[in-house]
């Protein structure tokens, strides 16, 4: 299982990538989509919108269960991948690729450094 070390995570299994101008990407990890089964839908309906960090920000639909997917920091939800609307397989294919589900605005750069980096993470999941 890979857990890129340039990534953060949080304990709910998503994964959050820096990019520039305060600018995040974030998706659900590779233990996650594993778990979860064959991803069959996503729904994100909070583009747009502040949310604070843990706030659900859409959902992913497996052929076994339904998941909420929660903000890892503080900010403003600014894109959802569209690709997953026609290609929600893409989260179990590239997880950490083609397969983001949001692009968001942090609200405070320092949060981000709170969150785990990929040796916590592997370890919480006992990989």
Not at 111 to 116: D, F, G, P, Q, R
């Amino acid at each position: 299982m890979d857990f890129p070390s340039e990534l953060k995570y949080t304990e709910e299994h998503e994964w959050i990538r820096i990019e520039e101008n305060n600018v995040a990407v974030i998706g659900i990890t590779e233990f996650a989509q594993s778990e979860l089964g064959d991803i069959v839908f996503v729904e994100v309906e909070t583009v747009d919108e502040e949310l604070e960090a843990n706030a659900v920000f859409g959902t992913i639909e497996a052929v076994k269960t339904v998941s909420d997917l929660f903000l890892p920091v503080n900010g403003k939800v600014i894109e959802f991948n569209e690709k997953l609307e026609d290609e929600p397989e893409l989260v179990n294919s590239d997880p950490y690729g083609d397969g983001w589900i949001i692009k968001m605005e942090i609200e405070d750069m320092e949060a981000v450094e709170a969150l785990l980096d990929s040796d916590t993470y592997k370890n919480q999941v006992g990989q």
